[in-house]
Protein backbone atom coordinates (compact mmCIF):
# COMPACT_ATOMS: atom_id res chain seq x y z
CA UNK A 1 0.00 0.00 0.00
CA UNK A 2 1.30 3.53 -0.42
CA UNK A 3 -0.87 6.66 -0.08
CA UNK A 4 -1.20 10.14 2.29
CA UNK A 5 -1.81 10.18 5.43
CA UNK A 6 -4.13 13.33 6.68
CA UNK A 7 -4.02 14.25 10.09
CA UNK A 8 -7.10 16.12 11.51
CA UNK A 9 -8.27 17.32 14.66
CA UNK A 10 -11.45 19.60 13.36
CA UNK A 11 -12.31 23.08 12.93
CA UNK A 12 -11.64 25.46 10.43
CA UNK A 13 -7.28 24.55 10.58
CA UNK A 14 -8.17 21.25 9.26
CA UNK A 15 -9.88 22.76 6.23
CA UNK A 16 -6.27 23.56 4.22
CA UNK A 17 -5.17 20.22 5.23
CA UNK A 18 -7.76 18.33 3.77
CA UNK A 19 -7.53 20.44 0.66
CA UNK A 20 -3.66 19.77 0.19
CA UNK A 21 -4.35 15.90 1.24
CA UNK A 22 -7.32 15.91 -1.94
CA UNK A 23 -5.26 17.87 -3.81
CA UNK A 24 -1.80 15.68 -4.23
CA UNK A 25 -4.19 12.79 -4.00
CA UNK A 26 -5.59 14.04 -7.01
CA UNK A 27 -2.28 15.25 -8.58
CA UNK A 28 -0.40 11.77 -7.62
CA UNK A 29 -3.58 9.33 -7.77
CA UNK A 30 -3.01 8.19 -4.43
CA UNK A 31 -5.26 7.03 -1.62
CA UNK A 32 -5.80 9.23 1.45
CA UNK A 33 -5.88 8.31 5.10
CA UNK A 34 -7.36 10.84 7.05
CA UNK A 35 -6.34 9.64 10.86
CA UNK A 36 -8.16 11.21 13.89
CA UNK A 37 -6.62 10.54 17.16
CA UNK A 38 -8.40 10.48 20.75
CA UNK A 39 -6.12 11.46 23.19
CA UNK A 40 -7.46 10.90 26.70
CA UNK A 41 -3.97 12.05 28.56
CA UNK A 42 -5.71 15.44 30.27
CA UNK A 43 -8.18 13.21 31.63
CA UNK A 44 -5.57 11.97 34.23
CA UNK A 45 -5.24 15.25 35.61
CA UNK A 46 -8.83 15.23 36.46
CA UNK A 47 -10.70 13.69 39.12
CA UNK A 48 -14.03 12.86 37.30
CA UNK A 49 -15.48 9.33 36.90
CA UNK A 50 -16.67 10.69 33.25
CA UNK A 51 -13.56 9.35 31.20
CA UNK A 52 -16.09 6.74 29.36
CA UNK A 53 -18.58 9.43 28.38
CA UNK A 54 -15.86 12.08 27.27
CA UNK A 55 -14.18 9.12 25.33
CA UNK A 56 -17.61 8.35 23.66
CA UNK A 57 -18.54 12.00 23.02
CA UNK A 58 -14.80 12.53 21.38
CA UNK A 59 -15.26 9.86 19.13
CA UNK A 60 -18.61 10.65 17.66
CA UNK A 61 -16.32 14.09 17.13
CA UNK A 62 -13.81 11.85 15.30
CA UNK A 63 -16.62 9.98 13.11
CA UNK A 64 -18.14 13.75 12.45
CA UNK A 65 -15.07 15.44 11.44
CA UNK A 66 -14.02 12.05 9.06
CA UNK A 67 -17.18 12.01 7.49
CA UNK A 68 -16.92 15.76 6.29
CA UNK A 69 -13.31 14.65 5.04
CA UNK A 70 -14.71 11.87 3.37
CA UNK A 71 -17.10 13.43 1.74
CA UNK A 72 -15.56 15.98 0.24
CA UNK A 73 -12.78 13.48 -0.85
CA UNK A 74 -15.45 11.02 -2.54
CA UNK A 75 -16.49 13.87 -4.22
CA UNK A 76 -13.57 14.56 -6.28
CA UNK A 77 -13.06 11.02 -6.94
CA UNK A 78 -10.33 10.11 -4.62
CA UNK A 79 -10.39 7.19 -2.96
CA UNK A 80 -9.92 7.47 0.68
CA UNK A 81 -10.26 5.63 4.14
CA UNK A 82 -10.90 7.18 7.72
CA UNK A 83 -9.28 5.99 10.73
CA UNK A 84 -10.00 6.90 14.50
CA UNK A 85 -7.46 5.66 16.76
CA UNK A 86 -6.88 6.08 20.85
CA UNK A 87 -3.65 7.55 21.83
CA UNK A 88 -1.15 9.76 21.74
CA UNK A 89 -1.24 11.48 18.17
CA UNK A 90 2.66 11.76 17.62
CA UNK A 91 2.74 7.83 17.49
CA UNK A 92 -0.41 7.00 15.94
CA UNK A 93 0.39 8.90 13.16
CA UNK A 94 3.92 7.12 12.71
CA UNK A 95 2.18 4.13 13.20
CA UNK A 96 -0.47 4.54 10.50
CA UNK A 97 2.17 5.95 7.89
CA UNK A 98 4.43 2.22 8.66
CA UNK A 99 1.37 0.12 8.05
CA UNK A 100 0.42 1.98 4.73
CA UNK A 101 3.90 2.73 4.18
CA UNK A 102 2.19 6.43 3.39
CA UNK A 103 4.56 8.12 0.37
CA UNK A 104 3.33 11.76 2.27
CA UNK A 105 1.96 13.08 5.50
CA UNK A 106 0.52 16.26 5.28
CA UNK A 107 0.21 18.14 8.59
CA UNK A 108 -1.56 21.55 9.20
CA UNK A 109 0.33 24.56 9.68
CA UNK A 110 1.62 26.03 12.87
CA UNK A 111 -0.47 29.21 14.02
CA UNK A 112 1.54 32.56 14.24
CA UNK A 113 -0.03 32.68 17.91
CA UNK A 114 2.10 30.32 19.70
CA UNK A 115 -0.60 29.95 22.32
CA UNK A 116 -2.42 28.03 19.77
CA UNK A 117 -0.58 25.32 18.93
CA UNK A 118 0.05 22.14 20.42
CA UNK A 119 3.84 22.20 19.93
CA UNK A 120 6.63 24.54 19.85
CA UNK A 121 8.23 25.19 16.83
CA UNK A 122 11.00 23.39 17.37
CA UNK A 123 9.09 20.63 18.89
CA UNK A 124 7.30 20.89 15.55
CA UNK A 125 10.44 20.57 13.64
CA UNK A 126 11.72 17.20 15.61
CA UNK A 127 8.13 16.09 15.30
CA UNK A 128 8.62 16.31 11.36
CA UNK A 129 12.04 14.78 11.58
CA UNK A 130 10.90 12.09 13.26
CA UNK A 131 8.48 10.99 11.53
CA UNK A 132 9.96 11.41 7.88
CA UNK A 133 12.77 9.46 9.76
CA UNK A 134 10.85 6.44 11.22
CA UNK A 135 8.44 6.22 8.50
CA UNK A 136 10.48 7.09 5.15
CA UNK A 137 7.16 9.23 4.59
CA UNK A 138 7.71 13.18 2.97
CA UNK A 139 5.98 15.52 5.52
CA UNK A 140 4.02 18.10 3.67
CA UNK A 141 2.92 21.43 5.87
CA UNK A 142 -0.06 23.33 5.03
CA UNK A 143 0.51 26.80 4.47
CA UNK A 144 -0.87 29.86 6.61
CA UNK A 145 -4.42 30.71 5.52
CA UNK A 146 -3.76 35.04 4.54
CA UNK A 147 -7.40 35.00 6.28
Known amino acids: MSGIVCAVRGGPGSHPTI ?3 I ?5 KSLSVYFLYVINLDFLAHTSSGRTKIVKEEMQKLGEF ?12 GVQVEDITREGKV ?7 CKERQAD ?3 LGHQSSDAEKNVFSQQQFRQFIK ?12 T ?5
Open 23 to 27: NLAEE
Open 143 to 147: EEDSE
Open 19 to 21: ERA
Open 90 to 96: RQEIIKL
Open 65 to 76: ILLRARKQAEAR
Open 104 to 106: YVI
Open 130 to 141: QIEKESQSQVIV
